[in-house]
C-alpha cells in the first residue's frame, strides 16, 4: 500500500498522572475515510489535538506524506495541510458563506477585500464538492441548516487545500435527510484525494461511509480494520472492551 | 433570486430588478430590517411635531437640527465600533470632555489649535488604548471599565478646571465649524464629488465581477441608488442653500460640519466593509472563538476598536466646545447614553457583529428630533427623557426580536 498521508506511532499523552494516551498508533491514506471510534473518555478528542496541534503529544512519532513532522501549534497544522472541522464549526453567524470560508485569509488587492475573487473560489469550492443545497454564496450563515454549516465549513477546508481533514461528530446534530448529505459530501471529499478522518459514535454511519475503522479503548488502538472485514457487532466488542481484535478475522 | 437553474449556487447578485426587489423585502422579513425602523420613526416624527409645531419645519429650525445632530451621530459613530464586539464605552463623553479640557490648557500655554487638537486626539487614542486593554488583555468587562473610567474622569475635568468653571475657547477656526456654513456652489460641489466616488465605487465593483464571470445586479439597482441619494442630499443642500435668516443679516449655506461628519462616516464605512480590519471586526463581534480559531487576533482587534471610539469620541467634543464655545467640568455626563440609544435606535445590534455607521446616524437624528420636537411643544426636559427611554427601550425590543427570528440565540458569545 502506499504511503499514509498520516501515520502516528507509539503516540503518548498524558495529564498529570493520568495517561490518556498510551503508544497509540494511526494510520489514514489518501482518498479514504478512516472513522476514530471510541467510548467516551477512550482518548478520541485528545488524540485529534495532537494532531492539531492545540495539545501537542508527549511522546511518538508523527509522520506527514512519509515525513516526520512536530505540530506545536494550530497555525502549522495548517500550514502542512491538517484542518480540524470541529463539533461547534467555529462560524461567525452575522458573515455570509464567502466571508466565513475565507475568515482570517481573505484575499486582498489594491489594499482592499477582493470580494469577487473570493466569492468565485468559495462557488468552485463547493462546486467541487457537488454542493446543491446552498442556493447563494452570499448568504448570512444565521440563515443555513445544519447540514448546511457542516457543509460550509468542510468546504473551508478543501478551499484550504488540506490534505487530511478531520471531521469531530460531522451528523450528531443533524436530521435524517442532513446526515445523508453530509456524508455523501465526505465521501465526495474522500474521492478527490484527501485523508479523511471522522470521528463518530455513530456505528451506522461509520459502516455507511468510511473505508478504515480504527478503535480506541481507554488510551490504546485496540483495532484498526478494514470496514468490509467487519461488522458492526464485533466493532461495538472491540469499543466496549468486552472482544479483543486478533488481526484478519 | 431566481430559480431558474437549480443545480448552479448563486451570489444573490443573478436576477433582474424584480427578483432583486424580492430578495430584499424576503431579507427584511427574515429579520434584517437594518434602519427600516427607524427611518419610520423619523418620518411618523416628522409629520406629528410638524402638524403639532409651526415652527418644526421651518428652515432656521431645520438647519439647528442637522448642526445639533452632529455632535450627537459622531459619538454614536464612535461607539458603534465597540458595539459592533457587543462592548460598551460609558466613558466616551466624559473622555472627549477632559480631552477638550486638555485641548483649553493647551491653548492656554500658547500651543496653536491645531497642536492642541493633536494632543487631544492622541489623548483620546491613550484612553482608547487603556481601556482596551483593561477588556482584552484582563478581561474585565467593558461596562465595568468604562464605568470606572466613567466616574474617574468627571473628577479629571474639575481637577484640572477647578470646580464650577466655565472657559471661553477663541479659536475661529473651531467656532467656524458648528457655526459657519459653506458657500451655497461648494455646498453643490461637495454633493456631486459625493455623487461621484459613490457611483464610481459601484461601477468598480461591477467591473470586477463581470471580469471573473460572476452575476451582476442589474445596472438600473445601482443608477436609482444613485439617483434617490442624490436626490435626497439635493433636497437638502437646496433647503440649506435658502436664507434662514429671521433677522437682517442673511443665513445660507450647507453648514460646515455637516461635510465634516459625511466624511468620516463614508471613511468608516469603507474601512469596515472594505478592508481586512473591518471584517475581522465583525468577525470578532459574531463569535470571537471562531475568529481566533481562524488565526485572528482578538485582542487586538479589541484594543484598535476602543481607540477608534475614544478618538472620534474627541471629535465628537470638538464639535460641542464649537457649538457653545467654552469648556466645562461637566461636559459629556449625559450626552454618551444618547449615544448609545441613537446606535441602538438606527439598528446597531447590542449582541454585536451586525450594524452600520449610517444606521447610528440615522438613529441619532431620531433622538434629536424627539428632543428638538418636544422642546418647540415647550414640554418639559422630564418628558422628553421619558420619551428617549422608551423609544430606546423599544428598539432594544426589536433589536432581541429581530435577532431572534433570524436564527441567533438570545445569549451573547
Not at chain 2, 176 to 191: C, T
Not at chain 2, 287 to 316: D, H, Q, T
Request: charged share 15%.
Amino acid at each position: 500500500m502506499d504511503t499514509p498521508v498520516i501515520e502516528l506511532s507509539g503516540v503518548k499523552k498524558s495529564f498529570g498522572p493520568v495517561d490518556v494516551l498510551k503508544g497509540v498508533d494511526l494510520k489514514a491514506y489518501a482518498g479514504k475515510v478512516t472513522a476514530l471510534v471510541g467510548d467516551n473518555g477512550a482518548g478520541k478528542s485528545t488524540l485529534i489535538k495532537g494532531l492539531s496541534g492545540v495539545q501537542p503529544y508527549d511522546e511518538g512519532v508523527v509522520k506527514f506524506n512519509g515525513e516526520v513532522v512536530n505540530i506545536h501549534d494550530p497555525r502549522q497544522a495548517g500550514a502542512i495541510g491538517i484542518e480540524v472541522v470541529y463539533q461547534d464549526l467555529a462560524l461567525c453567524e452575522n458573515l455570509d458563506i464567502v466571508q466565513n470560508m475565507f475568515l482570517g485569509r481573505e484575499e486582498i488587492s489594491q489594499l482592499t477585500l477582493n470580494e469577487s475573487e473570493m466569492e468565485l473560489q468559495a462557488t468552485k469550492a463547493l462546486q467541487s464538492l457537488s454542493v446543491r443545497t446552498v442556493k447563494s454564496v452570499r448568504q448570512k450563515v444565521s440563515s443555513l441548516s445544519g447540514g448546511q454549516r457542516q457543509t460550509v465549513a468542510i468546504a473551508r477546508s478543501v478551499l484550504r487545500n488540506a490534505k487530511l481533514v478531520i471531521l469531530d461528530e460531522p451528523t450528531a446534530a443533524l436530521g435524517v435527510a442532513q446526515t445523508e448529505q453530509v456524508l455523501n459530501l465526505v465521501r465526495r471529499l474522500a474521492d478527490s484525494g484527501v485523508a479523511v478522518i471522522i470521528i463518530s459514535h455513530n456505528l451506522v454511519d461509520v459502516f455507511k461511509v468510511c473505508d478504515d475503522i480504527a478503535v480506541l479503548y481507554l488510551g490504546r488502538m485496540v483495532a484498526q480494520i478494514e470496514t468490509k472485514n467487519t461488522n458492526q457487532a464485533d466493532v461495538v466488542g472491540y469499543i466496549t472492551g468486552t472482544k479483543n481484535y486478533d488481526g484478519a478475522n | 433570486m431566481s430559480n431558474l437553474t437549480p443545480t448552479a449556487i448563486g451570489s444573490g447578485h443573478e436576477g433582474n430588478l424584480r427578483d432583486q426587489v424580492k430578495a430584499y423585502f424576503s431579507r427584511v422579513k427574515n429579520g434584517e430590517m437594518g434602519a427600516l425602523p427607524a427611518i419610520g420613526a423619523m418620518i411618523v416624527l416628522s409629520l406629528l411635531f410638524g402638524s403639532l409645531s409651526p415652527f418644526f419645519f421651518t428652515k432656521l429650525n431645520i438647519a439647528n437640527l442637522f448642526v445639533q445632530t452632529a455632535e450627537l451621530t459622531t459619538l454614536a459613530v464612535a461607539l458603534v465600533f465597540v458595539i459592533l464586539l457587543a462592548e460598551i464605552d460609558l466613558s466616551a463623553g466624559v473622555a472627549a470632555g477632559v480631552a477638550m479640557d486638555i485641548f483649553y490648557l493647551c491653548l492656554k500655554a500658547g500651543l496653536p489649535w491645531i497642536a492642541g487638537v493633536f494632543v487631544a486626539l492622541i489623548f483620546g487614542a491613550l484612553v482608547g488604548l487603556v481601556l482596551g486593554w483593561f477588556v482584552a488583555k484582563i478581561g474585565v468587562p467593558s461596562f465595568v471599565v468604562t464605568l470606572a473610567f466613567f466616574l474617574g474622569f468627571q473628577g479629571v475635568a474639575l481637577i484640572l478646571l477647578g470646580d464650577g468653571g466655565l472657559f471661553r475657547v477663541e479659536v475661529p477656526e473651531i467656532k467656524a465649524i458648528m457655526n459657519e456654513n459653506l458657500p451655497p456652489v461648494v455646498g453643490w460641489g461637495l454633493l456631486v464629488l459625493m455623487l461621484v466616488i459613490s457611483l464610481s465605487i459601484g461601477l468598480w465593483d461591477r467591473a470586477r465581477r463581470a471580469k471573473l464571470d460572476l452575476a451582476v445586479r442589474p445596472l438600473s439597482i445601482l443608477l436609482t441608488r444613485t439617483a434617490l441619494l442624490g436626490l435626497l442630499g439635493g433636497f437638502i443642500v437646496f433647503f440649506l442653500n435658502q436664507n434662514r435668516s429671521a433677522a437682517f443679516k442673511p443665513i445660507a449655506g450647507v453648514p460646515i460640519v455637516i461635510p465634516i461628519v459625511v466624511g468620516l462616516i463614508f471613511l468608516g464605512t469603507f474601512v469596515l466593509d472594505r478592508t481586512r480590519f473591518g471584517r475581522h471586526l465583525y468577525a470578532v463581534g459574531g463569535n470571537p472563538e471562531a475568529a481566533r480559531r481562524a488565526g485572528i487576533k482578538v485582542g487586538m482587534i479589541r484594543i484598535s476598536a476602543f481607540v477608534i471610539c475614544s478618538m472620534l469620541a474627541v471629535v465628537s467634543g470638538l464639535f460641542h466646545v464649537s457649538r457653545i464655545g467654552v469648556v466645562e467640568a461637566a461636559a459629556g455626563r449625559s450626552i454618551v447614553l444618547s449615544g448609545v440609544a441613537a446606535a441602538v435606535v438606527g439598528g446597531v445590534s447590542l449582541f454585536g457583529g451586525r450594524g452600520r455607521l449610517v444606521h447610528a446616524a440615522i438613529g441619532a437624528m431620531v433622538i434629536s428630533m424627539i428632543d428638538n420636537g418636544l422642546g418647540l411643544l415647550g414640554l418639559s426636559a422630564g418628558i422628553s427623557f421619558v420619551v428617549t427611554g422608551s423609544v430606546l427601550a423599544l428598539a432594544a425590543t426589536i433589536d432581541a426580536l429581530s435577532r431572534k427570528r433570524s436564527g441567533g440565540s438570545l445569549t451573547r458569545s
